[in-house]
């Protein structure tokens, strides 16, 4: 039944050659790559103006120049990953790229960072875009944690069927999406260049403002900052593209980048001259429209490209967490089974794990971006810093032609998110903790999971000039508990492996040992009854006992015990509870003891 | 660690022979027996109180004629169970009574049912005694329900250690509960009889009422019945009680009986005399006696006898509930785990039940007394009254001599356990109507539990001219995914068991198909590989496939197939997960198969 269950969700299993990759084309590409960074703008104009709000309407002026310091980082940003893109044309992901260049400890924090990092991509963009429906529909609002979680599990079991990331379906919602926002911000500026607008009484650029103080001022940037997560995405995916890979990579970053821009700008400008304050049950992009269109169809389709975009967001986390997690896995840092592909093809545990993740965080937040985004961004800003250094570490190392001018883009990209980084923890210490516990925690877990792996192999590898250990002692051991069929099968086994069996019975009174011990004379099957009194009722620790005596006794590498347990399997599965599992706490008692086989034989009920 | 914890909360283990009953004496047994019964006349008057209440209250001067009625049903009772104790020296609970005379189906309703009813017992006393502790103090009241789950896993707690229904400790509760409630009835008639107290301006008795129905008498009437639960209790130990049993036995019973009615009486003359109105956050008790004494050192005294004699009513379901399911699992109607006893010699499967179940039942019902109290009526009168029934069909089966008077004394309890019986049914039925499908539902299951354990007898069963079986063809299978450590020794060990061995290789592709067999090649262990190209990366299906082809080669009764699985046992237990457990799907998969043994080859990391 969970067969079926599994077939319906996910779809028949997939043949290992089936599995293909298709190359993308750059109208496709900034489809598929852009998702992650274009959806930001969709919630980090609203953070900058959340802090504001903080000191007062009369500060909103402010997020003006803000934004303008955003827009030099981003320029700064999209100059670096050019560079990455050259370097690595088979993919740099951070890990890859601090790994290679600044040692393993640093490859794991940017790979730690990342992993979690998606989690949040997917918790935060689920979020946002919930948001944008109950903005919509206020009715909703009560329910957004469990619109997110519900919109959360219809990802993960797509991508278990193996939603591929270049599906042509799902390059339209980007396309929308910057349709969309292009259309609030031309008609918005026309209404404000034709004075049809109503201007929100918003102070003018440069009005002074009491109470506004440089670390307002940087925590409104570092907010702002949110809007950049995602522009790594193109530069993790250089191979995905035609030839000439990086030359059509470079390109579709620089047009990602100018859009973004151009829509993060838009829209701040747009918030400011119309006076739009942020609201606890209507994102400011809601308000926004509304207020633009009123609400209308075009109101209604910019809140739905606004979600479909954000989930598409969710969905880049989905094909970027296995991925990493299965090349961590492969670097032996990460739990081996990352590496499985499952039915169809995709690394199931890896979407699962990702699944649950973000599934419990958007739980623990109650769905409330507010508090995930400055977590989000300090996440996505370790791994940014890691890989501009890094760069500049290959830059020296290898001095290039030219190497000089790259190594100045990437300092300057390098200082900046190192700046940005570090007013994360000053300005928002108070949610940004988490993350100074999690990296070393996590360096320890990769550390940890590393030793293991090599110590298991150390253990399994067979010298060259090992000879085959060779068995000359085979005691088998069968506890019972009566004479029935069960046991007269379970002795002929018995006897089948070995000239060496022993029966034991385990009694809680002497009659009852009496009693057996007459009644196996008189059956006579042909193998020694051992009785053991158990005072305390226990079946285990007896047998135990008994199986340790014999260990000592041929304490030698050629004995080996077998103990033969009888398994009964019912027909209908509740009638499993009545039965007394000893058979099960022998197998899982046993399990652990060195040189003890523990050999299950099934007996099946007819009836 | 657990079994550190285990130890711990429930202590060392103690040797079957340590098992022993003590006799009781008279007045050990009443404190002992009697908790369960007096006890409810914490919640009895009030119950009363409450369905009055609704009329108005002008209404309340019916609890007086109300409270006769249910003395005169507490004398019939008395009477019943004085015989059902001669006629059972033995212990003469309803389900045996029922079994014995009525046939299976009725003793399995009456045990059902009072199974049903213990736990009830349980949610019921436990609720009802930390409303004794609300009531004292108000501002626990928000945590009620989690004060009432706690007393109950500290009473489940210490039943598995094993506490004695019999401890000295637990008799003072009993008789400081009668010395409180005497002392509040005495006082309380006292001051009204000096007229120092205050009359509560309630209607003189015969005041005619408008809105009163026969309806509603009769619901007032079945309600207060609750406060008749428990006196069923000392018919069911008599063998505990010191020689001659039977004769000690019934002086209890009459004690029991007197105390209990001369309470239930005071309780309710007072209430009405004073006016107590019922309140959701105070017990009619707690009015009373803050009414009577104010609220100092008496009021605490009468709120924590009240509280800990509940508690200890609890507890008598905890000794009861386990010795019944074991009882009826021994005649095959339980699951068979009911009847293992514990390391400390309790029927912990029973107490764990019962602790589980009453814990369920209070979170369900927010603890909230009042609409537990009309199901656990119904409980207990369901098997009331198949105990009288049955004793009426033992007179007119056996008809000892005087058997007309005891035929009478019989009829008449059961006929007003009949009229109670169906009072609840037909003014209550919107809170008892469970019980109309409970009755049914486990009559079939304790049917099913029975046919399964007798289908299980005759399967097991070895006829006497039976011959053992022969195995003559064994065949070994090992899968391996190397050549490692591991794999080595499982085919060492496999070697020791057969001539004939095989092992398999599983392989995702051509090019790892190829090298194994190379390096197999090499190795030279002395057993034939078979590789199989897995299309599916599924590890379970092609091995599946390949043991069926072996089967159907081997169609018969002498062949048996084993599957050597090694089972990694890593040092750190969390290490576990970084094993893809292959070994523990091949287990499961296979445990249901039919002549394949699954024998588990353990192999222990030693870093």
Not at 142 to 171: C, D, F, K, M
Not at 292 to 320: E, K, P
Request: charged share 15%; with cysteine; glycine share 8%.
């Amino acid at each position: 039944m969970l067969t079926k269950l599994k077939r319906f969700l996910i779809g028949r299993p997939l043949k290992t050659n089936e599995l293909q990759e298709q190359k993308l084309n750059k109208i496709k590409a900034l489809a598929v790559l852009s998702s992650d960074a274009l959806s930001s703008v969709a919630y980090g104009p609203e953070q900058i103006l959340i802090v504001l709000a903080t000191v007062g309407y009369m500060a909103f002026w402010y997020s003006l120049p803000i934004a303008l310091g955003i827009l030099i980082l981003l320029v700064a940003l999209i100059l670096s990953y050019r560079q990455i893109i050259y370097a690595y044309p088979n993919g740099g992901g951070a890990y890859r790229v601090a790994r290679e260049n600044l040692g393993t400890n640093y490859g794991l924090i940017a790979g730690g960072s990342l992993l979690i990092d998606y989690i949040l991509t997917v918790a935060v963009s689920v979020s946002a875009g919930t948001d944008a429906l109950t903005s919509a529909f206020p009715g909703l609002h009560p329910y957004n944690v469990a619109i997110a979680v519900a919109l959360v599990i219809v990802i993960t079991i797509l991508n278990l069927r193996g939603l591929s990331e270049s599906a042509t379906v799902l390059a339209y919602p980007v396309y929308l999406f910057i349709l969309a926002l292009g259309l609030v911000i031309v008609c918005g500026l026309y209404d404000i260049l034709t004075g049809h607008a109503t201007h929100g009484h918003v102070a003018a650029v440069g009005t002074p403002v009491a109470g506004i103080s440089l670390f307002i001022l940087l925590k409104a940037f570092s907010s702002g900052c949110s809007a950049l997560t995602g522009v790594e995405a193109i530069s993790n995916a250089v191979p995905n593209f035609k030839d000439p890979a990086p030359r059509n990579a470079g390109k579709t970053l620089a047009i990602m980048g100018c859009i973004l821009g151009a829509l993060f700008l838009g829209i701040i400008y747009l918030s400011y001259w119309y006076g739009i304050v942020p609201k606890a049950d209507e994102t400011v992009l809601s308000q926004l429209a509304s207020h633009i269109f009123g609400r209308n169809g075009i109101y209604y389709f910019i809140q739905a490209t606004t979600m479909m975009i954000l989930v598409l967001a969710a969905n880049t986390g989905f094909s970027a967490f296995p991925l990493l997690a299965n090349n961590m896995a492969d670097d032996k840092y990460m739990p081996r089974p990352f590496t499985v592909r499952g039915d169809r093809l995709g690394y199931s545990n890896g979407i699962l794990t990702l699944g649950f993740a973000s599934i419990l965080l958007i739980l623990i937040f109650h769905g409330n971006t507010e508090n995930l985004i400055p977590l989000y961004a300090v996440g996505v800003f370790i791994p940014f810093t890691l890989s501009q250094v890094g760069m500049i570490a290959k830059w020296l190392r290898q001095r290039p032609k030219g190497w000089a001018v790259k190594l100045v883009i990437n300092l300057t990209g390098a200082l900046i998110c190192f700046f940005v980084l570090m007013t994360f923890f000053v300005t928002k210490l108070d949610k940004v903790w988490m993350a100074i516990l999690f990296i070393p925690g996590m360096l320890f877990i990769f550390r940890a999971i590393h030793k293991h792996y090599l110590n298991v192999a150390d253990q399994l590898r067979i010298p060259l000039d090992s000879e085959m250990p060779v068995i000359t002692n085979h005691i088998v051991v069968v506890p019972v508990a009566g004479i029935t069929r069960v046991v007269e099968r379970s002795i002929a086994y018995a006897k089948s492996l070995s000239e060496n069996v022993v029966a034991v019975y385990i009694g809680f009174s002497n009659e009852s040992i009496k009693e057996m011990e007459k009644k196996w004379e008189a059956w006579d099957c042909g193998v020694r009854l051992v009785t053991i009194h158990s005072q305390y009722r226990s079946i285990i620790h007896p047998l135990s006992k008994f199986i340790d005596t014999i260990k000592y006794k041929f304490n030698d590498e050629h004995t080996m015990i077998t103990v033969v347990v009888p398994q009964f399997i019912p027909k209908r599965w509740w009638e499993m509870v009545l039965h007394n599992q000893t058979a099960l706490l022998i197998r899982a008692y046993f399990m652990r003891t060195k040189n003890v086989v523990i050999s299950t034989y099934p007996y099946t009920f007819k009836k």
